[in-house]
């Protein structure tokens, strides 16, 4: 924000810059010294140009179209837009700049009076002879030159019957160019605003699929520690401290987006532990982990939600089933692979499990365009297939 901010101010500080020396360039061509012509810095008129125009840029750019444009108020701004051009045509901010240089240095006119000349004649008197209405009164100026009256120490703003059109076309330039940056400005801002709403939902999102997934992992593992204790199982109690390590874990590290890959596959070993006090014989279990595990990082409880889905979907009491579960780490890559025997179709009644969907939503805002999830059914065996690139 600082930084566009800065980027900014530099843009509007260069673009007045080349603004401001745009009349010294103009008026250097007109003068017979360049030393002259910085002296017109120091021309009232030079900054009544240019003051003139800022202060309409900034009106424009910063009250006008934001409060009328904006709003669809269009008269009323049209009407402010008319009222600032008369302004223009009153001030006349370029022709009195450029009627001033050349006024300013204008050569100097001989003066009047009569002349003699080598041979001896009065050239005034000889031209009033000359005249066939005799001489005019020295107090009739009407047929004078103009550029002869004496010269006025008062300049006016704005002179009668002069209408200054390249002022009004400046006008016509910077009202544009203000319009323009206020609707960028604003374009901007509304992009800012959509990205910041799309990440707070993201987190949102991510927020409320792991406060769905954790309440739904604890409620599977405490209903299968009740199992063990209606059976009195002597491994009741081992199954109570395994329970306690995961939800230690659950409570402490899954609250953060990002956990060690080394505590999930620890709260993996005690649930799969859980898991075996209760499986029979008919269940065959495999777990592997290969490949050097360090300080990788992953979001917790995604592998966990796939493995809670194998024993819930892939034991029978009846039939005999088959579990594999592999994980390979190499570097910042991870490959995890279950899969499970498919049994027949639950009844329609029964709960239907929400942990897979949310971890597809949790990868793709976690890993977009850097994972690939694949789930499918292949000869009898239901597949997952996860590969994390970070």
């Known amino acids: ?20 020396g745009f009349p010294l360039l103009f008026m250097n061509r007109t003068q017979q010294s360049g030393a002259a012509s910085f002296a017109i810095l120091f021309s009232p008129y ?18 006008l179209v934001p409060k009328f444009v904006f709003r ?43 002349q003699i000349t080598p041979a001896g004649i009065d050239t005034l008197a ?28 008062v300049i006016f703003i704005h002179q009668s019957g002069n209408i200054d059109m390249v002022g009004l076309f400046i006008f016509i330039i910077v009202m544009g160019l203000s319009i323009a940056i206020a609707t960028v400005q604003k374009w901007q801002f509304a992009e800012q605003m959509v990205t910041r709403a799309e ?5 949102a999102e991510l927020s409320f699929l792991k406060a769905q997934i954790n309440p739904h992992f604890l409620f599977n593992t405490l209903n299968n ?30 609250t953060e987006d990002f956990v060690l890959l080394r505590n999930e596959i620890d709260c993996i070993n005690d649930y799969i532990d859980l898991q075996r006090l209760r499986l029979g014989k008919k269940t065959k279990l495999d777990f592997e982990v290969s490949g050097e595990i360090n ?20 034991v029978s009491k009846h039939q005999p089933s088959v579990i594999n579960i592999c994980l390979r780490v190499s570097g910042n890559q991870m490959l995890f692979i279950c899969r499970n025997t498919i049994f027949e179709k639950r009844s329609e009644t029964e709960r239907k499990g ?37």
């Open 72 to 114: 669809k108020r269009y008269t009323w701004y049209g009407f402010i837009v008319l009222m600032l051009s008369g302004c223009v045509y009153f001030l006349q901010p370029f022709d009195n700049l450029l009627l001033h240089n050349i006024k300013g240095n204008k050569p100097a006119t001989a003066a009047i009076g009569p």
């Open 199 to 203: 990440a707070e939902k993201a987190h």
């Open 295 to 314: 300080y990788q990082k992953i979001p917790p409880l995604v592998l966990m939600t796939f493995i809670e889905n194998v024993f819930k979907y892939g």
């Open 46 to 63: 030079y900054w009544l140009f240019c003051l003139t125009y800022i202060f309409m840029f900034y009106l424009n750019a910063w009250y």
């Open 126 to 153: 000889t031209g009033q002879q000359n005249m066939p209405f005799g001489p005019l009164p020295h107090e009739d100026l009407r047929m004078q030159d103009p550029g002869l009256k004496a010269a006025n120490q």
């Open 225 to 254: 520690i009740y199992a063990l204790s209606v059976t009195n199982s002597e491994h009741t109690s081992e199954s109570i401290m395994k329970l306690s390590n995961i939800m230690r874990y659950v409570t402490d590290e899954v």
């Open 354 to 390: 929400i942990g897979i969907a949310n971890n597809r939503q949790r990868l793709q805002h976690i890993y977009p365009n850097k994972h690939r999830l694949d789930i499918s059914a292949v000869d009898g065996n239901f597949i997952v297939e996860l590969e994390i690139n970070a």
């Open 1 to 20: 924000m600082i930084r566009s901010k800065a980027t900014t101010f530099f843009i509007h500080a260069a673009g007045w810059l080349v603004f401001l």
